[in-house]
């Protein structure tokens, strides 16, 4: 990020700022106002008390009227209560401002992933940018946090300018009497020379700061690399799924303990200690003995000018205040305008993240029967295909290759799905079954030929409407600790009848008897103390049961009975037909024996279909790659006869 800073201009952070502000804007503007109203409000605060405080001492000194002491006395007391009390309105209001725009400015990123394209969600650039969004917000509150910030703080300083000028001016213009010998500080040299060493202590400082500043920002790297470890290896103890792996290998003791030791970034005598207690402790300690300085050479021309007869002693605390004020005000200023600047670099990354563009087509032509055809059994999931609406899905010479790759995943396959039909997919681990799957689906569209729905190429079809017509059940399917008859449904108002159905007929009723709550028991303990555990086995049932709630067309399943026991995937494909109904089934799976009840299969080899046609027939071809895996898997299952049998 520091050879980034060292690049952006002050003319290109604006711009990012500016850019900053319009997605901001339009997202909390009650937070901008807020917090320019505490700021400036925090600023006004000091120069009102310390102008009604010279009011008094003046008053002290020179006619003592009761009368005028107890009037200002009572103005200082007011006003100081009902300035406390709004600036402590304000301060509520900013802070719920910003708890509320936090979780906005989570969302913008939420949404971003949300409506990317699946080949960028799936890409290392994206997990990486985003990655170093998280991390440069964590360790610094750097990126659009940073900016909401720093544009309110530069409101403050302006009112502190202001305000100082406005306070200071009459200390300028009031004279010395001639006779007294102090007549020179009337000389429009001495105002010069003041104004000039305000200037000068004030760019000074700032150039103090912005060294002190790039001090750390050289270190952001190393910051963000450290705090990425620390969350990963500092949390692992704290992850349920690998307790037993942290026990058994004591990987606490032999992995994690060292990498925590070997980053020294936030330890006593690290990069970040010295970076404190050396440039960046010498550079703010200059700065701030510059300050010390101004405020002594402040003081000395005030109370010159004070002791020459020019104004009365209270005038003096007005103007130190409001010489001070002016001070910080600019050199904070200055500094928020370094910091601005130091941010854009982490804007530019948080925009770059923002504007990754999606290139997939989504289509504009409509699925007749995804609207007004749909059945019953899609309840709460609105525009659901009709499940008996004939949908045939034909590839035509499909190639692919992942995006940044030069080698194909897929050549060549030329297949369609016959309605109705069970296939079974199968081939050795990349072999390209996943890959296959993911092109139906339209996760990725092919680098070369066709995928035809109904003789149209999908990339013409709504693409919302297309990914309506797919049920699946993923090998690394994801259940929500929410209500089981939530997680079934995918949404919050649904059928409660129908979701039992479903659950039934993926075998999971018993378990459904035994749930506390029934339907409305929740999943895991993040959520609810009350939560329900289950096995592997029974969250890949309500997989399946959720892949049947959907009622849409095409079913598939990517090893759906991978953990179930062996009784529990037989109750599976035994009524495997009634389950998936009138649906085209497309099957994935490593266990060649549970795919003889399939129609068709397809094996896959080096990114081909090498061969297709029925258990039967397939595994009768004795040179086939399919009876090679068969002959591969059966050893394991064979003790003098074959043991295998048609489900």
Known sequence: MNQENEKISFTEAIRWQGR????????????????????????????????????ILNELVSERDPRILFRLVVIQLVS??????????????????????????????IDKMIGMDFENIDSQYVYDTYSQICQSDNWGGWGLKDSIYRTAQMAGQLARIVGGVGLSVTLFASKVPVDGGYGWLNHPLCLVVILGILLFVTLFSFVCSDKANGCVDKASGEIMLSNRFFAFFGNMCTERERAADLRVYEQQENVCNPYMERMDMFRRGGVLAKTFAGPMGLWNGLSASLSAILTGAVYLFVCMKAWAGAFGVGSIAQYVGA????????TNLLRSLGVMRFNAAYLKNTFAFLDIPDKMYQGSRPIEGTADNRTAAGKGLPDQPASNKEFEI????????????????????????????????????????TTFIKLLCRMYDPTEGQILLNGVDIRQ???SDYIRLFSVVFQDFVLFALPLGENVAGVKDYDRERVKECLEKAGFSRRLDKMPDGLDT??????DKEGVEVSGGEAQKIAIARTLYKDAPFVIL???????????????????????????AVYISHRLSSCQFCDEILVFDQGRIVQRGSHQILVADTKGKYCEMWTAQAQYYQDGEQKFAPL
Request: aromatic share 12%; charged share 25%; hydrophobic share 45%.
């Open 522 to 527: 929740y999943l895991y303990k993040d959520l």
């Open 558 to 584: 990517d090893e759906p009975t991978a953990a179930l026991d062996p009784v529990a995937e037989m109750e599976i494909y035994s009524k495997f037909n009634d389950i998936i109904e009138d649906k085209t």
């Open 80 to 109: 100081s209560a009902v300035l406390a009390a709004g600036r402590a309105l304000l301060l509520r209001w900013k802070n719920y401002e910003e708890a509320v725009c936090s979780q906005g400015v989570e969302k913008i990123y």
């Open 394 to 433: 034909e590839f035509r010479d499909v190639s692919f290759k992942y995006p940044g790759s030069q080698d194909y995943a897929l050549r060549h396959v030329t297949m369609a799905f016959k309605m109705g039909r069970r296939t079974a997919v199968v081939g050795m681990n990349g072999s390209g079954k």
């Open 323 to 330: 010489i001070t004020s002016l001070f910080l005000g600019l």
């Open 20 to 55: 900053s502000w319009k997605v901001l804007g339009s997202l909390c503007p009650s937070l901008f106002i807020s917090g320019i109203l505490y700021e400036v409000s925090n600023a006004a605060i000091p120069l009102v008390e310390v102008w009604l405080s010279a009011r």
């Open 461 to 463: 079809y709504r693409y």
